[in-house]
């Protein structure tokens, strides 16, 4: 977590997207941007990029008050996916509550994807967390284009890892929002079993989810 | 960060308005818009506390909020929240529709001005963190570096015992090597010619016999002769044939000529034992393990030596009842000859030598070999049986001899160790197994 403080009511979550070069990371915020109204959520920013690639990382931040009062800002990050930049996404996966691997469904790239999770698992390990603990979800991004990967042969690779598993065309926008939520849900789950989110804040799984992605489900919880 | 004293970010860390803008920032616009006619331009944070403000003429700090009747905000935002406002004020006179026109222009000014300054702000510390994270990478790879140096150059310091040791090793073998050819050759010429010996010593010795028959038989003749001329009553004749044999000393010649030939006897007899003293000695003619007599053993290496012996040592041979032993014979005869050689060159005149052999245990027998000698100085003993040690000087000795003592009994399954003090002689103590066969 990169800030929590319960005197000034402030919590601060950094989840990050990663995943191999042009796998469709910083097009997943743009489509939670465009899908998620801007009530709950800050403009996305997208920091210095080079021929369209990103070579630091996008930030887009979203807003929850919980019913205790305790103000929850979850920045969202992407990570660059080239090799070069490791150390780059190194700083940025520092002390993450969660991670979004977004996989390239198309065919010529599943040693990319297997090279960048394994990346993945070093870089976690290097900054200090757990990849067997840290909340998790795949999304297997570019599912509108052919020459992809069979959901099947994708579902028997990931099945017996128990990780979330999605499939998305974030060009189309879809399953884009799916995967955001069940991150979201995920890293709920681990920091209530931290930070008490349902018993001292009041803040439900749903309440939490639903408030940072659907406008009218739990109106007045959001600050603005 | 590992490294000390590092600047410390987190991307992504909130940040409050006032490290995103700083007042060469803020202050020229605020001034510039004041001048178009307004009490007040403020930037107060989210308490409404001004943060940076410009009034027209003399500043008066303090109590200055709210000046005009005619108030126009403008919210600041900073990654999303709202952080703080832009607070512009003027008298009455002033028309809403500019102030709300200056307010927005000030506001959107200063949110691009955060916006920019942040994005500014958050590659500049990512960049910081790249380069102190790899820095710190770079700091442990020395590290590492350094370690695996040091591994390495230990090891490298280890090859060179290590080829010290063996070259050692290799110098062992090979004087071993040296000294069993050496003693093989040995073994070779004794067991030839003991058998180039032995087939004209057989016929001298059973020549001798014959001859001494055929001279009984002579002698018997010449008397039976002298006894019938007595008897034929020809005193002339019998006195010249008596003359002749005085003349010729034939009495004395039989008499002596027993003497000679049980001495001739003798020696041969003696000469023969020596070759088969020097046979047995060897074992040339044994399998290498064999059963054999301790006793008999030593009595064979004391008679191969009889010549190095000087009139004047004594020699005590206590000798227990031993079983038969499973040895190499021509080492284990190696071993005592070369103990016993030691003790002879250590006392050369009036040498005292008790050679014991006895019962150990149920299955082990020892040999004691106790001289008068000079003894073994405290601070050699324990290097008497290591290669190319020698007290002898350069040439007269390699310094095999104990080595060679040690290897034999080692190589029987016994142990030898010496007991010594200076000028009160030396113990050699071997212990050997009944059973000392070790290849099995």
Redesign the interface.
């Known amino acids: 977590m990169?800030?929590y403080d319960t005197e000034a009511g402030?919590m601060?979550i950094?989840l990050v997207y990663y995943g191999p070069a042009l796998s469709g990371k910083t097009t997943n915020l743009l489509r939670l941007h465009d899908l998620l109204p801007c009530s709950g959520?800050?403009?996305l920013?997208v920091?210095?990029t080079a021929q369209e690639r990103t070579i630091?990382?996008d930030?887009l931040?979203?807003?929850i008050t919980a019913p205790s009062g305790l103000k929850i800002?979850v920045?969202v990050?992407t990570v660059p996916g080239q090799v070069k930049h490791d150390?780059?996404r190194?700083?940025?996966l520092?002390?993450a509550d969660g991670v979004a691997f977004i996989a390239d469904s198309q065919v010529r790239e599943s040693l990319n994807n297997a090279t960048s999770f394994e990346n993945l698992e070093q870089n976690l390990a290097l900054v200090g967390l757990d990849p067997g603990r840290l909340p998790l979800v795949i999304q297997y991004n570019k599912r509108d284009l052919p020459g992809i990967v069979a959901e099947d042969a994708i579902r028997s690779l990931w099945w017996s890892s128990g990780v979330p598993l999605f499939f998305a065309s974030a060009l189309e926008a879809w399953g884009v929002v799916e995967t955001f939520q069940c991150l979201l849900r995920t890293t709920y789950a681990a920091l209530d079993a931290t930070c008490c989110l349902s018993a001292r804040h009041g803040l439900s799984m749903e309440a939490f989810t639903c408030g940072l992605t659907v406008p009218d489900a739990s109106p007045g919880m959001r600050e603005? | 960060m590992t490294a000390q004293g590092s600047i410390s970010f987190v991307v992504g860390e909130e940040k409050k308005l006032t490290d995103v803008l700083s007042e060469s920032d803020v202050l020229p616009l605020l001034k510039s818009v004041v001048g178009a006619g307004l009490d007040l331009a403020a930037i107060v944070d989210m308490t409404g506390e001004p943060l940076w403000f410009f009034v027209p003429g003399e500043t008066a700090p303090g109590a200055m909020l709210p000046l005009g009747t005619a108030l126009e905000c403008r919210p600041i935002i900073l990654s999303g929240d709202i952080v703080g406002r832009v607070h512009l004020s003027a008298g009455e006179g002033i028309d809403p529709a500019l102030l709300r026109f200056l307010a927005r222009v000030v506001g959107d000014a200063v949110n691009s001005m955060v916006q920019t300054n942040l994005k500014r702000m958050m590659v500049t510390e990512l960049h910081t963190k790249v380069v102190q994270m790899s820095y710190d990478e770079l700091l442990e790879k020395n590290r590492q570096l350094s370690a695996s140096e040091q591994k390495y150059r230990e090891l490298a310091e280890h090859l060179e015992m290590r080829v010290q040791e063996r070259t050692a090793e290799l110098k062992q073998a090979y004087a071993r090597m040296l000294q069993q050819e050496k003693m093989a050759s040995v073994g070779q010429l004794a067991a030839g010619m003991a058998h180039e010996i032995n087939n004209p010593l057989s016929f001298v010795l059973s020549n001798l016999e014959t001859l001494e028959k055929y001279v009984r038989r002579l002698s018997e003749h010449a008397g039976f002769c002298e006894g019938q001329l007595r008897q034929s009553g020809s005193d002339d004749l019998a006195g010249r044939v008596e003359d002749r044999r005085r003349e010729q000393k034939i009495d004395f010649i039989l008499d002596d000529l027993s003497d000679l030939f049980s001495q001739s006897l003798a020696g041969a007899e003696r000469v023969k034992k020596i070759v088969s003293d020097l046979r047995g000695f060897s074992h040339i003619d044994e399998a290498e393990y064999s059963q054999l007599d301790v006793n008999i053993e030593i009595d064979r290496t004391l008679s191969v030596l009889s010549s190095e012996i000087p009139a004047d040592a004594e020699i005590t041979r206590e000798f227990g009842a031993i079983p038969l032993i499973v040895c190499r014979g021509a080492l284990l005869c190696q071993a005592f000859l070369n103990i016993i050689r030691n003790a002879l060159q250590a006392k050369p005149s009036g040498l005292k030598l008790l050679i014991r052999t006895a019962m150990n245990s149920k299955d082990h027998i020892t040999v004691v070999f106790k001289d008068n000698g000079p003894g073994i100085a405290q601070d050699i003993q324990a290097r008497i049986f290591e290669p190319f040690f020698t007290t002898h000087e350069v040439g007269s000795g390699m310094g095999m001899g104990l080595k060679v003592v040690y290897d034999a009994v080692s190589s029987c399954g016994g142990t030898v160790t010496v007991n010594s003090r200076e000028d009160h002689g030396a113990v050699f103590v071997i212990t050997l197994p009944v059973n000392g066969r070790t290849d099995e």
Do not use: E, W
Request: hydrophobic share 45%; net charge positive.
């Open positions: 990169i800030h402030i601060v950094k959520r800050g403009d920013m920091l210095d630091y990382f930030l931040p979203f807003f800002k920045k990050f150390a780059t190194k700083a940025v520092q002390r603005r």
